[in-house]
């Protein structure tokens, strides 16, 4: 069975800082593409930033970009999303999903991810003003 189990979430003022896991088991970690979606209270789901199994190329929409960070730990299957300067749009749940290969987030229109495998169930995150 494959999991995606996030943590890390959390409440935390705006400008704090909180790091998110993603620990998948299941799947062959090194041949899966590993992003972070996030969806607000009545929004879409959008894509956020994902790390490919490939290269370790990563990509971060534009409004995380300078301010969160992808990285991994292939020995741990382990995906983290650092994030500092937190602003209250931010604000959402944060889901880890894998696709297998590379990142195609750049690609996808928002709320079609054809090419998602496996999601987690997401880790809350709340930023206060």
């Known amino acids: 069975e494959v999991q995606l189990v996030e943590s890390g979430g959390g409440l935390v003022q705006a400008g704090g800082s909180l790091r998110l896991s993603c620990v998948a088991s299941?799947?062959?970690?090194?041949?899966?593409?590993i992003g972070w979606f996030r969806q607000a209270p009545a929004k879409e789901r959008e894509g956020v930033s994902c790390?490919?199994?490939?290269?370790?190329?990563?990509y971060y929409e534009d409004s995380v970009q300078g301010r969160f960070t992808i990285s991994s730990d292939n020995a741990k299957n382990t995906v983290y999303l650092q994030m500092n300067s937190l602003k209250p749009e931010d604000t959402a749940v944060y889901y880890c999903a894998a696709e297998l290969a590379v990142c195609r987030m750049r690609d996808y229109e928002i709320g079609h991810y054809y090419g998602i495998d496996y999601w987690g169930k997401g880790t809350l995150v709340t930023v206060s003003s």
């Open positions: 299941g799947i062959t970690f090194d041949d899966y593409a």
């Open positions: 790390i490919s199994s490939d290269d370790g190329s990563t």
